[in-house]
């Protein structure tokens, strides 16, 4: 049971509904017969029950309500099948890499890439990256406004690299590459990144700790480690909050 709750919610939702379907379909082969809209229902109980069961928060029970009426409404709309595969493919596409890490794609200010400008040592050959780049607007800003430093962006959704690629396609310092934040040895940066979200960050604040030289600069934009004090925080504009918590390794 643990072990189920460990899953990322995107995957406890998909269960629950899984489970709920396989139970309505059992309740079938024994004979029972639903009407649609009572099978919908069921579904929606069921499915609420489950994932109520699994640990996942209200927003997500909101959405396992609403999804089988959804469905419901779609199934006999006339839209062709490769409208819903190419609406899944581009949204996979864009913000799939941060499913699993529960983070979605949203971007700093410029007023927090002017602001980071000042965090990042001006000397020859420092090494900035960061961590799920987006569309690269920092890396690429930094980029050109340090030329001597090298500037690295990871970023996990193929099209949302792909802009931030071709942004940076021009800048000689600065490279973004394609995959998880996590497989990044942070030993080689003197100034790491990132604006994720709340979840990640015990993960990420301990790998920083772990890999990262002594003397480095880890930043977060906005979301705190638990238990830990920034050394300096600085409002940036942008969202309700906005901030750079700076914390020196
Ligand atoms: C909030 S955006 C931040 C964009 C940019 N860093 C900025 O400050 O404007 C977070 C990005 O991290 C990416 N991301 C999430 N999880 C990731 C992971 N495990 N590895 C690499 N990128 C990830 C998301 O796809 C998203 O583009």
New binding site residues.
Partial sequence: MSLLRRLPPVLRALLAQALAFAGLVALVRLGLRFPPLLWVLLQAVLAVFLSRWLGLGPRWVFMQATLPFLVRVLWGAPIPAWVYLLLFLGLALF?G??L??R??????SED?WEKLEDLVPDRPGLRFV??????G??VAHLARRRPEGVFVG????PF?WLVAWLRCLSLGNARIRL????RVDLAGFDVA????SPVPMPQLWAKARREMKSGSRFIS?SFEIPNETPHRVIPVKGRDGARLLIFEV
């Fill in positions: 913000f890499g941060g699993l890490t983070v979605p794609l949203y971007h700093a927090a960061d961590l799920g780049c987006g569309f607007g920092p990871v970023e996990a959704s949302t995959g998880s934040l996590w990144y990132a604006f994720l934009h």
